[in-house]
């Protein structure tokens, strides 16, 4: 049984979802209702929920941590598909 906790708040047009540190998932709440791309955004937030749990994926309000390596996000357009730890989770959501 997964009991994710899945909050709907307001968040910048261009964001859908975000996995947060603590095991939750936000999702913007001005999404489309259409329930499919609402799943693959769950979907794919759990895959960065995954990658904390492992140890892989970490984060401050400044960086991104990948692997033990440092990304600032001032210097990444966020969601990306070529970052690596997106890579992962747009395959798999």
């Known amino acids: 049984m997964d009991n994710t906790p899945i909050y709907?708040?307001?968040?910048?047009?261009?964001?859908?979802?975000m996995a947060q540190n603590n095991g939750s998932i936000l999702?913007?709440?001005?999404?489309?209702?259409?329930q499919l791309e609402k799943s693959k955004t769950v979907s794919h937030e759990k895959v960065h929920l995954d990658q904390m749990k492992r140890g892989d994926l970490d984060y401050t309000d400044t960086d991104v941590f990948w692997k033990g390596k440092k990304y600032p996000r001032s210097k990444m357009d966020e969601g990306a598909k070529s970052l690596p730890w997106e890579q992962e989770a747009y395959k798999k959501q």
């Open 8 to 17: 709907q708040v307001d968040m910048d047009d261009n964001v859908l979802g």
């Open 27 to 34: 999702v913007n709440k001005n999404m489309s209702q259409d």
